[in-house]
């Protein structure tokens, strides 16, 4: 096991609502990134925290917006949800910012909205 | 142009078979390159890294082709155990965070 892990594991939302996702990141990791990957894709770049701070962003809108913490535990937060919004979340965690560093991943929280 | 393409396959192998595909990628300046395997509906685990040189572990071997802009993994000897979805990743530049994958290469090896 990764050390990674995210709650709830499941969860069903209708159009409109809001969700937060929780992510807490593997022992001495001070880095998290987040991904969303629909069904029968790969698992898409949303942001990325490092030490607290935002350290990167995909190309996705304002409306995916995130935190972490000083214990680098992380949030994503999700407004106004839509349709497409439905799929796995999943978070990663390493030791630093890079790409060269190794991102292990948690076990994700499938999202369905209807 | 997506930023990393894979082959979906399915890969239908026997047991004890060999099989190999590839991966593209657009991004000239990436310097990072990974294969991560995904189990149905598990989240994605790092099966390797792929260096320059080419490099192998085990059953597998993973090589880079720069020039080409190209990745590939060859699997020896599948197992039963080997089937799944193979995820081709690709990072940017040194100071760069994002991580890009494929769609992923399903595998299914059957008795």
């Known amino acids: 096991e990764t050390g990674v892990t995210q709650s709830p594991t499941h969860l069903i939302k209708t159009r409109g609502q809001q969700v937060t996702l929780r992510c807490s990141s593997q022992s001495g990791h001070n880095t998290v990134s987040w991904y969303q990957q629909a069904l029968g894709q790969g698992p898409q770049f949303i942001f990325q925290?490092?030490?607290?701070?935002?350290?990167g962003r995909g190309n996705f809108p304002p409306r995916f917006s995130g935190l972490q913490f000083p214990n680098y535990s992380s949030e994503l937060n999700v407004n106004a949800l839509e349709l497409d919004d439905s799929a796995l979340y999943l978070c990663?965690?390493?030791?630093?910012?890079?790409?060269?560093?190794?991102?292990?991943f948690g076990p994700g929280t499938r999202l369905t909205v209807l | 142009r997506k930023e990393v393409e894979q082959d979906p396959g399915p890969f239908n192998v026997p047991e004890g078979a060999t099989v190999a595909f590839n991966c593209t990628y657009s991004?000239?300046?990436?310097?990072?390159f990974f294969w991560y395997r995904q189990d149905c509906r598990k989240e994605p685990k790092l099966l390797m890294s792929?260096?320059?040189s080419g490099n192998e572990d085990g059953r597998f071997t993973a090589q880079l082709n720069r020039a080409s802009q190209y990745i590939s993994l060859l699997i020896r000897d599948s197992k039963l155990s080997d089937s799944a979805t193979y995820l081709c990743?690709?990072?940017?530049?040194?100071?760069?965070?994002?991580?890009?994958f494929g769609a992923g290469t399903t595998v299914t090896v059957r008795a």
């Open positions: 991004n000239s300046a990436s310097q990072s």
């Open positions: 925290y490092y030490r607290e701070e935002e350290n």
């Open positions: 792929v260096y320059s």
């Open positions: 990663a965690s390493s030791l630093g910012g890079h790409t060269t560093d190794t991102q292990y």
């Open positions: 990743v690709v990072g940017g530049s040194s100071n760069d965070y994002k991580l890009s």
